[in-house]
């Protein structure tokens, strides 16, 4: 049941490259199972996309005409040749995906998407994680928003965007998709704590994050709503080498808990 | 097992770049006397080298025959920098003792107490003014003069570095919120840079100026 969470916003960390979109599928099928209908967006072909499901063992014909199952182009909705508002794709949101299903008919909704490779790149990854974030953690109706995250982006994100991702949601699906992980505020800081004792020791550590909390009011809360602040003061403290240390340190932390299947 | 890999030199390096140049004001909170002058020297050495002239400032006749020793012992030619005029170990009075308050005190040390020949000219200078910070009438008199010092740095041609033992901020290092560490956040918001001088690690330098809000 942990697994069919709705009324929430999720993070789903996908292996692309070993997997194919199969740990998509799988979720979509389950959920179609279950009499939740589907709204997903995250191939350029339709037309291989319902191939590739047949394919998986997922009776497409039959859920799309019931519209149980509703494909979205994904570069006509993550259009990659377009500057990205985060306000218009969380309008979009609402109109293209919320909109469209008949909560009559089912359980609930799926949505569950990701935009192409390399669209995270070029200026649209804080745009992409404002629009995340605007989208909220929980609903009030039933529906579950899974965001897909490559890994090998998870790998590239620094620090203030992995906050990002965890904050902007109420779990983080592992790449297995076995397992929902709600990460809260001691989580996060506890990945902070530990990424800087791999550089700094425990005793520096804690001097550090006091001194910080007293120069620039970097309480745990500023660290996690605006992460980018931290990034900043360590390069402004410690100088430009030694910060990124220290944040390589956190960032391995953070993406060994958003990787991997065990805490 | 932690790689403190930051750690290890970071003092050191942080105090080399430091001393390169004057405008300097750091607070240096120590917790073994003997690594604070290690820390200490090296800051003054790095100014003899450029042949500029370091102070350092005792309260008692006996300290400036310790720190003299401990001077030689870590490898400073006293009595060369001392002929050369570059070198000197000045004993001052506690400024508190001022009938006039503490810092009329401190000024008249910056005046009278320095010879002549160094005022106004690059320096460093290794002082605390105030020795013992244990009351809250002593706190507020050690505020008063870093603050005075610190709103006036950019007029000096020196660099000063203040030492003062961990114990005199242990209680609002270790403390959990904010609101209790007045007298900490007070000597951190009055200095371009702090170094936690640690026995059970290296510790680690911090610059300041350009977070201070």
């Known amino acids: 049941l942990a697994k069919l969470n709705h009324h929430h916003h999720s993070a789903y960390v996908v292996d692309f490259g070993s997997s194919g979109f199969a740990p998509i599928y799988s979720k979509i099928s389950e959920n179609l199972a279950a009499g939740y209908a589907v709204v997903y967006v995250a191939e350029d072909d339709t037309e291989t996309a319902i191939h590739n499901m047949k394919n998986f063992g997922i009776d497409a014909d039959h859920f799309l005409s019931i519209e149980a199952l509703q494909i979205i182009d994904r570069d006509s909705y993550y259009n990659p040749n377009k500057e990205l508002e985060p306000q218009e794709l969380l309008d979009q949101f609402s109109r293209r995906i919320l909109s469209r299903v008949d909560f009559k008919k089912f359980k609930g909704m799926l949505a569950i998407g990701s935009p192409g490779p390399d669209f995270l790149q070029k200026g649209r990854l804080e745009p992409f994680l404002e629009y995340e974030h605007k989208i909220g953690k929980e609903f009030d109706v039933p529906v579950e928003v899974v965001c897909c995250y490559r890994s090998e982006d998870i790998m590239q994100f620094k620090f203030s965007h992995l906050v990002s991702v965890i904050a902007s949601h109420a779990y983080v699906i592992t790449p297995e998709g076995a397992e929902h992980k709600r990460f809260n505020s001691d989580a996060i800081i506890s990945f902070v704590v530990a990424g800087m004792e791999r550089s700094l020791g425990a005793n520096a550590t804690r001097i550090v994050l006091k001194t910080l909390e007293m120069v620039c009011g970097m309480s745990k809360e500023k660290i996690i709503l605006q992460p980018r602040t931290l990034e900043e003061a360590l390069e402004k403290m410690l100088g430009i080498t030694s910060s990124r240390i220290v944040l390589t340190g956190i960032e391995s932390e953070i993406r060994n808990a958003l990787l991997s299947e065990t805490t | ?213």
């Open chain 2, 1 to 213: 097992m932690n790689n403190n890999i930051i750690t290890d030199n970071q003092i050191y390096d942080f105090v080399d770049s430091a001393a390169a140049n004057t405008g300097r004001h750091m607070v240096l909170f120590y917790e073994e006397p003997e690594y604070a002058y290690e820390i200490e020297f090296r800051f003054l050495r790095r100014g003899l080298q450029k042949e500029q002239f370091c102070i350092f400032m005792v309260h008692e006749d006996d300290e400036a025959k310790i720190v003299e020793k401990k001077m030689k012992g870590n490898g400073i030619d006293v009595e060369r920098f001392r002929s050369k005029n570059l070198l000197h170990i000045i004993e001052i009075n506690n400024p508190m003792s001022h009938p006039e308050g503490e810092l009329k005190g401190a000024e008249e040390i910056m005046t009278s107490g320095i010879p002549p020949v160094l005022r106004n000219r690059p320096a460093h200078i290794v002082s605390r003014l105030i020795l013992q910070v244990k009351t809250e009438k002593e706190r507020i008199a050690n505020v008063n003069i870093e603050q005075r010092f610190h709103s006036m740095f950019h007029n000096l041609n020196i660099s000063l570095m203040c030492p003062y033992p961990v114990e005199d901020i242990r209680s609002e290092l270790e403390s959990e919120n904010d609101g209790g560490a007045r007298w900490m956040k007070s000597l951190l918001c009055n200095h371009h840079a702090v170094i936690y001088a640690l026995k059970s690690s290296k510790g680690i330098a911090l610059n300041l100026d350009a977070t201070t809000s």
